[in-house]
């Protein structure tokens, strides 16, 4: 039976084990948002032993490239983008307290050992309903890198933001095997 | 010789970005409902749900109902006895730089290398045939990278023939997973050549989802495909269901003796497309 939890961020080591595959999280407070180009540039930034432009501590990265903001309203259309292309980045970033990821599709296996290891989630939301979910953010801001546009990365404000867990911190995983028997 | 003016091109290619981004086709809409109502299992009830949910709601606020709005794709049907005044390629081009910038829609073309954005989602991929006639028809698809990238083209040994073209397409949609946001749609090119397999397995996906293709063979082979498919159980966004694709959609061109080419293009529930006759 799956559990329907609210939870703010930053999320603790105590919001992140009590999780399971197929529960419900409602998210209130503070994500940011990174997809390839912001991910490279996090990690060269780390390489060179620069500050994040966000504390890692706790925090969640959302994996999305939302549509500019149309007028009166915080931000666009803001669904999931494909998670995999993230992989070679995630466990680095889960070491350094990285709580919870934020996408759609399969994870490697080292991102999902990275998540037990460091006592983490990988969070499913609903891909293509990019309308739907936008209605959870109330407010977002560009805070690093601009130049990238759609790929900048920005602090959202979301309340009752409706995550899925995925892969959890036992080594979990909920999407089905497809039955290939032909 | 008519002669279409640019700003006719542009308007048109301009509302097809914007109105295909906030409004899903008709077809793809019923076929939620109608698999929506199959599936039994809570989860594939409740992505179907939101599906719907979302549908609605980017009509009404006209937000898009993707945040990936596609690179834009183009299929046209060029009259021989028409010509569009300053050029076809340049009206199509900026009627997408237009309806992406009007419609606040995100801009996903960029420099492969540098990855550098365009800024103003082209150029466009555009795809020109020539026919009879002095009409301009043009097929508009908003199509999504996370569905595309499960694409692929391969070439098979003809001996494999039909089983081996099953094998191949069902273990693509088997291996994509979750990845393209099913439910999808698959486009399956067969013969042809490289480049032509791909080129037709993305111009059946413009057909509509209820339509049966007027060859009986290939309407069977059609359904053959969709029923192994959705035997995967993958689901909707991969969660487990009836419904792991709304569609196969197959289309066939002659090919060298040596070869038997074969390119699957996924496309994802967002199936946004629109056409327009001139
Ligand atoms: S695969 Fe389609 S529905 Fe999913 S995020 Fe990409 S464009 Fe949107």
Redesign the pocket.
């Known amino acids: 039976m799956s559990t329907t939890y609210k939870l703010t961020t930053p999320l603790t080591d105590e919001d992140v084990c009590k999780l399971v595959i197929g529960d419900v999280v409602l998210l209130t407070g503070t994500i940011y948002t990174a997809r390839d180009a912001a991910h490279k540039r996090l990690v060269e930034s780390l390489d060179k032993g620069e500050t994040l432009p966000f504390d890692l501590k706790g925090a969640l990265i959302y994996y999305v490239g939302p549509t500019p903001a149309p007028p009166g309203r915080p931000i666009g259309a803001a669904?999931?983008?494909t998670s995999y292309r993230m992989d070679s980045y995630a466990p680095r970033l889960h070491s350094l307290g990285l709580k919870a990821t934020i996408g759609?599709g399969k994870r490697s296996d080292e991102v999902k050992a990275a998540l037990t290891a460091h006592k983490a989630v990988y969070f499913g939301a609903t891909?293509?309903a990019?309308a739907l979910l936008s209605q959870c953010i109330k407010a977002a801001r560009v805070i690093a890198y601009e130049d990238l546009g759609p790929e900048a990365i920005r602090e959202l404000t979301v309340v009752d933001f409706p995550l899925l867990v995925i892969n959890d911190a036992t080594g979990g995983e909920l999407y089905v095997k497809p039955k290939l028997d032909m | 010789m008519r002669i279409i003016p640019a700003a006719d091109v542009i308007e048109a290619v301009a509302t097809m970005c914007m109105e295909s981004n906030v409004e899903l086709p008709a077809d793809v809409w019923a076929k939620f409902r109608e698999c929506a109502a199959r599936e039994e299992s809570p989860s594939a009830k409740e992505i179907f749900r939101q599906l719907l949910e979302n549908a609605d709601l980017a009509k009404e606020t006209r937000l898009p109902l993707?945040q990936?709005t596609?690179l834009a794709v183009l299929f046209v049907d060029l009259g021989e006895d028409c010509r569009v005044e300053g050029g076809l390629r340049a009206a199509i081009n900026e009627g997408v730089r237009k309806g992406y910038k009007d419609g606040y829609l995100r801009k996903s073309a960029c420099d492969p290398f540098t990855r550098k954005n365009t800024g103003d989602n082209t150029p466009a991929i555009i795809h020109i045939d020539l026919v009879p006639g002095d009409k301009l028809k043009i097929f508009f698809m908003a199509k999504?990278?996370?569905?595309e990238n499960m694409s692929r083209v391969t070439f098979l040994s003809p001996a494999q023939g039909w089983p081996g073209i099953k094998d191949f397409v069902v273990r693509r949609v088997a291996e994509a997973g979750p990845n393209?946001?099913p439910p999808t749609v698959i486009g399956v090119g067969i013969g042809g050549n490289a480049e032509l397999s791909a080129i037709i397995a993305k111009k059946a996906l413009m057909r509509s989802l209820d339509d049966v293709h007027p060859d009986p063979d290939i309407a069977a082979k059609e359904k053959e495909l969709l029923d192994a498919i959705n035997e995967l159980g993958i689901g909707p966004m991969g969660l487990g269901g009836k419904t792991t694709s709304l569609g196969v959609k197959i289309a066939v061109a002659p090919c060298h003796l040596a070869s038997l080419p074969l390119a699957v293009n996924v496309q994802?529930?967002?199936s946004r497309h629109r056409e327009v006759i001139l």
């Open positions: 669904g999931p983008t759609k891909g293509g990019g | 993707c990936d596609g999504g990278g996370g569905s393209p946001c994802c529930h967002s």
